[in-house]
C-alpha cells in the first residue's frame, strides 16, 4: 500500500543534542511538510518542500532545519532540542501545494527531550 | 495564528447517537477540510469542502459549509465506539501567499461510549 512512513515513532534525546527525525513516501508525492503538535494542541506547519524548493513558515526557529535529498525522503534536523522541543512531529505529503488537496500524514514521531 | 476554531473542545456521546463538531474561521477560504487523529497517531484526512459547496456527505459523514458565517460543521450519524478520536477542521487561506498552507484548529475531542 502507498504510504507516509516515519521513523522513529518514538525518539528519547537529551537537552541540547542532535536529532534527526525520518519520512519517507511511497506515493510519489511532490510536496512534503512537517508538523509540530504539541499535547492538545494543533499541528503547526513547519516547514514544506514543493520538490526540491524549501519553504520556511517565518516562525519557525533556526533550530529546526529540513532535507530532502530525493522525491521519497524527508528528514528534520532539531540541531539543539530544548525542553520545549518535546512534541509529535507529523510528516504529511500531497500532490500538489495547494489547500485543494488532502494531505497523507505518517504516524508521527513523538520525540522526549530529557 | 489560529485560523479554524473548533467547538466544542469535548463532546462524549453514547453509541448510536449523532455527533456534531463546529469550525469557525476568520478570513475567507478556497477551501475546507476534516480531518481525524486517534490518540498519538497521524491524521487522517475525511472530508474536502470547497468554497461554492454547501454540503458533502462521506459514509456516515455530513459536512456542511456556510462562508457567509465562516463556519463549517461535522455530522457523524450513528456513531461507534470506532469514532473516538480528536476532529481537526483545517483551512487555506484564500489570499495571500500562505494559500496553500493548511491552518488547523485546536480539535476536537470526540468520545463515544459502548
Known amino acids: 500500500d502507498a504510504m507516509v512512513i516515519q521513523n522513529p515513532r518514538y525518539q528519547v534525546t537529551q537537552f541540547g543534542k542532535p536529532v534527526t527525525l525520518s519520512c519517507s513516501q511511497t506515493?510519489?508525492?511532490?510536496?512534503m511538510y512537517w508538523y509540530q503538535q504539541k499535547s492538545s494542541q494543533a499541528p503547526k506547519l513547519l516547514f514544506h518542500?514543493?520538490?526540491?524548493?524549501?519553504?520556511n513558515e517565518a516562525d519557525t526557529p533556526d533550530n529546526f532545519q529540513s532535507r530532502r535529498p530525493n522525491t521519497s525522503f524527508c528528514f528534520l534536523d532539531i540541531r539543539s532540542p530544548g525542553l520545549g522541543d518535546a512534541a509529535m512531529y507529523l510528516c504529511?505529503?500531497?500532490?500538489?501545494?495547494?489547500?485543494?488537496?488532502?494531505?497523507?500524514f505518517g504516524p508521527g514521531t513523538r520525540l522526549t527531550v530529557t | 495564528s489560529q485560523q479554524g476554531e473548533e467547538d466544542p473542545q469535548a463532546l462524549s456521546i453514547q453509541e448510536g447517537e449523532n455527533a456534531t463538531m463546529n469550525c469557525s474561521y476568520k478570513?475567507?477560504?478556497?477551501?475546507l477540510q476534516w480531518y481525524r487523529q486517534n490518540s498519538g497517531r497521524g491524521l487522517v484526512h475525511l472530508i474536502l469542502?470547497?468554497?461554492?459547496?454547501r454540503e458533502k456527505h462521506s459514509g456516515r459523514l455530513r459536512v456542511t459549509l456556510d462562508t457567509s458565517k465562516k463556519s463549517s460543521s461535522l455530522l457523524i450519524t450513528a456513531s461507534r465506539a470506532a469514532d473516538t478520536a480528536s476532529y481537526f477542521c483545517?483551512?487555506?487561506?484564500?489570499?495571500?501567499?500562505?494559500?496553500?498552507?493548511?491552518?488547523f484548529g485546536k480539535g476536537t475531542k470526540l468520545s463515544v461510549k459502548p
Open positions: 504529511a505529503t500531497s500532490p500538489r501545494w495547494g489547500g485543494s488537496d488532502e494531505q497523507y
Open positions: 506515493l510519489n508525492h511532490n510536496v
Open positions: 518542500y514543493y520538490d526540491k524548493d524549501f519553504n
Open positions: 478570513t475567507s477560504i478556497n477551501n
Open positions: 469542502i470547497r468554497s461554492n459547496e
Open positions: 483545517a483551512t487555506d487561506l484564500g489570499y495571500g501567499g500562505s494559500q496553500g498552507n493548511l491552518i
